[in-house]
């Protein structure tokens, strides 16, 4: 027999009924579910990185042209995408990349690109994977570009070292030997003139050799952190002072040095520091440690602590 108020037919009494809704209820943790956003349209997910990307591309075709921006494009376009791709992979929430466009400041209209990485890394092997997929995937593309800029580049007369209207670049290993390959040694008094596609080609093999550092959080950092653990900060801390010795011979690294400084911090842990990466992952290090030797060249533009103070002064004295 039921203790509940009933009307005269049997039925439960709806006012009871009504009057007992309003108590508290025991809570349920089976039955309770979050209450979500409305899903965010594609414009609000994937605008701003539209935006960039065209920006870019505007800024890039201003200073050199659309064969710079079908050369220099598809080189940053695979780095970033090696990451993203790699942090998929993984289930690792990232965001797709952000293009910096920086026109006149820049002689190619941009500093690269960048992905956010949102969420935490499961372990070293993931770690390694994200971190050597950009670099190894943007090297790829770079070299049939290096190719095809190499085979058109003009020789000319090797302009005055003052001469304002022309950029000396130091010449990383792979794009000497290209050029020796490709094209021999000019003669006496002769020099390459680089046009688009070997001036997107340089860029690309820039970019990969300072992502490849082993500091901090770079894409270098990362593949280290993956391969030495806690370790790898003796690495890193060798790295920085190597850039920072860089620095005496050219004030081409200045900018770069006080970015070391404030992003090369110790290395974040990821959720298992203990998983084992692999044997194959150590040759896979081997293959970046390669591409860093012939990416990088320690005098990228060939401008010395001299003529730096001489323009600085010039900004300040100029009337």
């Known amino acids: 027999m039921s203790d509940s108020p009933t009307t005269l037919d049997g039925r439960p ?87 910096i466009p920086v026109p006149i400041l820049s002689f190619v209209g941009t500093l690269g690109a960048f992905i956010r990485i949102r969420g935490p890394i499961p372990n070293r092997k993931a770690l390694f994977d994200i971190g050597i997929a950009g670099p190894l995937a943007g090297f790829v593309v770079c070299v049939p570009v290096l190719i095809l800029g190499a085979l058109d580049a003009s020789v000319i007369p090797t302009p005055p070292a003052s001469s304002p209207n022309f950029i000396s670049f130091g010449e990383p290993l792979l794009l000497q030997w290209s050029y020796e390959w490709l094209r021999g040694t000019p003669r006496e008094g002769q020099t390459f003139l680089m046009g688009p596609l070997a001036t997107a080609s340089w860029f690309g093999l820039f970019v990969t050799a300072l992502n490849l550092m082993p500091v901090g959080q770079l894409d270098g950092g990362h593949v280290v952190y993956a391969l030495l653990g806690k370790r790898s900060i003796w690495v890193s801390r060798v790295g920085l002072l190597g850039c920072f010795g860089l620095l005496y011979f050219r004030p081409t690294w200045l900018l770069w040095c006080i970015l070391l400084a404030l992003f090369g911090r110790r290395h974040p842990r990821t959720l298992d520091d203990y998983a084992p990466i692999g044997r194959a992952r150590m040759f896979v290090g081997v293959i970046g440690l390669l591409v860093f030797a012939l990416s990088f060249t320690p005098s990228p533009i060939l401008v010395s602590w001299a003529d730096f103070r001489e323009v600085v002064l010039s900004l300040f004295t100029s009337d």
């Open 13 to 99: 009494d709806p006012s009871e009924e009504w009057l007992r809704s309003l108590q508290p209820q025991p809570y349920d943790a089976d039955a309770w579910q979050p209450l979500h956003a409305r899903p965010r349209g594609a414009w609000r997910k994937y605008g701003l990185n539209l935006v960039f990307f065209v920006l870019t591309v505007l800024s890039v075709n201003l200073m050199g042209g659309p064969m710079l921006v079908l050369g220099l494009m598809p080189i940053l376009i695979a780095h970033e995408m090696g990451h993203y791709v790699a942090c998929l992979r993984y289930g690792v929430d990232a965001t797709l990349p952000y293009f």
